[in-house]
């Protein structure tokens, strides 16, 4: 079975500008997830869907960062401005049920 | 508000040796729990669950012991191989009514070297 699929694996841009993130979930996996990795810690919850709608987008800064996704499969994130402290790797998972497939995320650098 | 925790950043062990990976969570309602392994320039891959219902769970050379009571799990590697060296995140999961799916939270993670 083929993994997640993140694109694209590295992005380097500069504060206020904008960028958007690409996920292709595990074939007939209903949930979808973004987590935020910072450097020297655990990925945090941004945005949870179950199908094409928002389960839990609690931790989503919501003034810089929207995440759609269309059709209950793909899934983009976007940040747009970008602040310095938003530089992580970004990382999609799917899942149907406890466990969650990762992809190999999105290495940001804002600078 | 940590829910998850790994209280040691790093663990060096020989190969060989037992590894002993630790992990304490405060909420009660987390009903499954998790280890993932992650590799540099890798996501985080599934190793090991367990449980709430459980107390432990083997696999091979993993094993996971739950203890409810001090709200405390720990992961062992035995042997521990070089190949292991990795970060390993404890996991925690609970179930969102709405939606009818599961919500994962993650510990800082520990990183484990294993020395040849």
């Known amino acids: 079975e083929a993994g997640v699929a993140q694109s694209p694996r590295y992005k380097i841009i500069e504060k206020r500008q904008s960028v958007a993130f690409w996920c292709n979930p595990i074939?007939?996996?209903?949930?979808l997830y973004w987590y935020q990795q910072i450097l020297g810690q655990g990925p945090k919850l941004l945005i949870q869907?179950?199908?094409?709608?928002?389960?839990?987008d609690s931790q989503l800064p919501k003034d810089r960062f929207s995440a759609e996704r269309l059709k209950g499969v793909d899934s983009t994130l976007k940040i747009q401005p970008a602040k310095l402290e938003d530089s992580a790797v970004y990382l999609c998972?799917?899942?149907?049920?406890?466990?969650?497939?990762f992809g190999n995320g999105t290495r940001l650098t804002v600078t | 508000d940590q829910q998850v925790k790994q209280n040691s950043p790093s663990l060096s062990v020989q190969e060989g040796r037992i590894s002993i990976l630790n992990c304490d969570y405060t909420?009660?309602?987390?009903?499954?729990f998790l280890w993932y392994k992650k590799y540099p320039a890798e996501g985080p891959t599934f190793l090991i669950s367990?449980?709430?219902?459980?107390d432990k769970n083997e696999d091979g050379r993993f094993t996971v012991f739950l203890n409810k009571s001090a709200k405390h799990l720990s992961l062992h590697i035995v042997p521990s191989q070089p190949g292991d060296s990795a970060v390993y995140f404890c996991?925690?999961?609970?179930?969102?009514?709405?939606?009818?799916?599961?919500?994962?939270?993650f510990g800082k993670g520990t990183k484990l070297t294993v020395n040849p």
């Open positions: 996991a925690a999961s609970l179930f969102i009514t709405q939606g009818g799916s599961e919500k994962l939270v």
């Open positions: 998972a799917s899942s149907l049920g406890v466990t969650l497939h």
């Open positions: 367990i449980s709430s219902i459980k």
């Open positions: 074939s007939g996996h209903a949930t």
């Open positions: 869907f179950q199908n094409n709608g928002v389960v839990d």
């Open positions: 909420n009660s309602m987390f009903d499954y």
